[in-house]
């Protein structure tokens, strides 16, 4: 429970996080998506929230609770997930934690795609979805303080340095969600704070803890 004496170093600051993954149609039954729970985003959004932040959560697909004191918004596709993100702008504070497909299919069939036996599938025929970080982290309404997330299999912390970068990101939280971490599913993560200031390691810690952990370094970032 929120205790009346808790620091809200937040208040009368506005914040979007985005979550989960998103779907993108092949046809009326079938999608494209990345593996994502929404659980570090969905607690980053009540932990910015219990810090007194006005929160907007943008959601893709997810089978988890909503977080307390939250304002969510839910979406399917990327470019759904951009246009409410934008809608939500002014704000000061941005994390982009979504799993966000890469691409999605150029035309989705209107009508179900029939299984021709023997004939094998049709090809899919792909295109890049729209970078939602990246957009708003070059936005002329860009939030003060705009956080990405980057989940790699490999060479952790130049791939988080090049998306801090490219992206412009003020912190990058980067993590290891290769299948032996049993990170992608679970309830705890392992992150390195990349920054134009260098890497900070933190240690294996539940989500509920590295979102708290996330939300004060927010706070202290104004
Ligand atoms: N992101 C986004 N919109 C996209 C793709 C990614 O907002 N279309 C955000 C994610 O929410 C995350 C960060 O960008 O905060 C990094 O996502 P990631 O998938 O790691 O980066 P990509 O640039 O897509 O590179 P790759 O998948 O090739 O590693
Ligand atoms: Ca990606």
Do not use: C
């Not at 470019?79 to 890469?102: Q, Y």
């Amino acid at each position: 429970a929120l205790l009346d004496n808790s620091p809200r170093p937040l208040a009368g600051r506005r914040a979007i996080v985005t979550s989960g993954p998103t779907h993108e149609p092949i046809d009326p039954v079938r999608y494209i998506a990345n593996r994502s729970s929404g659980k570090q985003g969905h607690a980053i959004a009540g932990a910015l929230a219990r810090l007194g932040a006005e929160v907007t959560l943008v959601s893709g697909p997810v089978t988890i609770a909503d977080p307390a004191g939250v304002t969510v918004i839910r979406v399917e596709s990327a470019a759904n997930m951009l246009e409410a993100v934008t809608a939500a702008l002014p704000a000061d504070i941005a994390v982009f934690v979504a799993a966000v497909a890469d691409w999605r299919v150029a035309t989705s069939a209107a009508n179900k795609i029939k299984k021709k036996e023997g004939e094998g599938p049709a090809p899919l025929q792909l295109m890049e979805n729209p970078d939602i970080l990246k957009t708003i982290g070059h936005h002329a309404d860009r939030p003060h303080l705009v956080v990405g997330f980057a989940a790699e299999t490999a060479d952790v912390v130049s791939n988080a340095q090049a998306k801090l970068a490219r992206k412009g990101a003020d912190f990058i939280v980067a993590n290891d969600v290769s299948p032996a971490t049993g990170i992608m599913g679970g309830d705890r993560n392992r992150v390195r704070i990349v920054s134009k200031d260098g890497v900070e390691d933190w240690p294996d810690l539940s989500k509920g803890e590295v979102a708290d952990r996330l939300a004060a370094r927010i706070a202290e970032a104004f």
